[in-house]
């Protein structure tokens, strides 16, 4: 049978290369100095859930929420095989904890509808609590399996998932619907298809009007140009909190109980680091070194 899916997804800045010039002086991120990524267990979200389309059949439905900017993240989604894409996207949605953020994720998907599962990262690379899946399927009301690294089985009612931990592997069943976080083991994302990056160079949020009626004046008006992806499909859904049936106190910073009390942070000078040749005699070198500092021994 055709399963629908929804998955979550989020843009977050590359913190694999954090460097001395990214931390702003009150210990905060600047993000604008980190280029903007597919958060990677999104990626193999995104992978299981396009696994099942393929062998089942049914829809996938891909959800943000962020920034204008997190529109790069959908037409990603979109160059990989996802039927559609929504942004959420608001002044209202900002300074969410992830209280807000599940609350605003609950509401979106009650909008879209029927569903049978909604895939999601396990964690995110920046704000890095790996919450927000957990709320969201309590708000929901649905069962959730985080750690999700097989499908081991998949019928109308119910999901058999083998889940993976540093220690070892649990399999575990539950009803449809439900949630699941997926771990990075879980499978290697395919990369964007040459053809689906073709069909949909266009497809933009309203936010991007203006950019692409600079780079294709033909459109001349954004009346023309909304007619014209309208009628292709590759008009990506914004929706603002005026288009959700919210409650207004649960969203953004007014939604968020959580108060930042203090950021510590370690940047790792270059002086600080050493570099080990990649040889028998590097390896050697770096373990007595480890014992002789009871690091391992
Ligand atoms: C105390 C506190 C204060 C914060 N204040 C701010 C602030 O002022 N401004 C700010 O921008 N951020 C703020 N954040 C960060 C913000 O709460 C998180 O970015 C957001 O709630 C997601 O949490 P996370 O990054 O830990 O995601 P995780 O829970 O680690 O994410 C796990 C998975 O959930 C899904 N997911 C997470 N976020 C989204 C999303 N936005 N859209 C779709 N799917 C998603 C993805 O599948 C992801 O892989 C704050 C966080 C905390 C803890």
């Known amino acids: 049978m055709p399963y629908n899916s929804i998955v979550l997804v989020k843009q977050v800045p590359d913190t694999h290369n954090i460097h001395g010039d990214v931390m702003k002086d009150d210990g905060t991120i600047n993000r604008a100095a980190l280029p903007a990524i597919f958060n990677p267990e999104d990626l193999n979200a995104l992978e299981m859930a396009l696994q099942v389309k ?88 649905i069962p959730q ?17 083998a889940r993976a931990f540093p220690l070892g592997k649990e399999i575990v069943k539950c009803t449809l619907p439900c949630l699941l976080t997926v771990v990075g083991s879980a499978n290697q994302p395919r990369p964007p298809s040459a053809r689906k990056m073709i069909e949909h160079k266009l497809a933009a949020t309203p936010l991007e009007y203006n950019t692409l009626l600079s ?36 969203l953004g910073l007014n939604g968020s109980p959580t108060q930042v009390y203090k950021v510590n942070y370690v940047v790792l000078e270059t002086a600080e680091s050493k570099q080990i040749p990649a040889n028998a005699e590097g390896v050697a070198a770096l373990m007595q070194e480890l014992v002789k500092e009871y690091i391992v021994g």
Do not use: H
Not at 122 to 137: E, H, L, M, S
Not at 220 to 232: F, G, Q, S, V
Not at 234 to 245: E, F, R, S
């Open 145 to 161: 399996i985080t750690y999700a690294e097989t499908i081991v089985q998949l019928d109308a009612n119910e999901i058999v998932v």
């Open 215 to 250: 780079q294709w004046q033909e459109f001349e008006t954004e009346e023309k140009l909304d007619a014209y992806l309208a009628a292709r499909n590759l008009k990506i859904p914004l929706w603002t909190a005026d288009d959700l049936a919210v409650d207004a106190n649960r």
């Open 54 to 141: 393929e062998r089942y059949g049914g829809a996938v439905t891909v959800l943000t929420m962020g920034p204008p900017t997190a529109a790069e993240v959908l037409r990603d989604a979109l160059y990989r095989g996802a039927d559609r894409v929504v942004l959420l996207s608001d002044r209202r949605f900002a300074g969410a904890d992830t209280l807000a953020t599940s609350y605003t994720l609950k509401c979106a998907i009650q909008k879209i509808g029927a569903f049978d599962l909604i895939f999601c990262g396990r964690q995110a690379i920046d704000g890095d609590t790996a919450q927000v899946p957990p709320q969201t399927a309590e708000k929901l009301g």
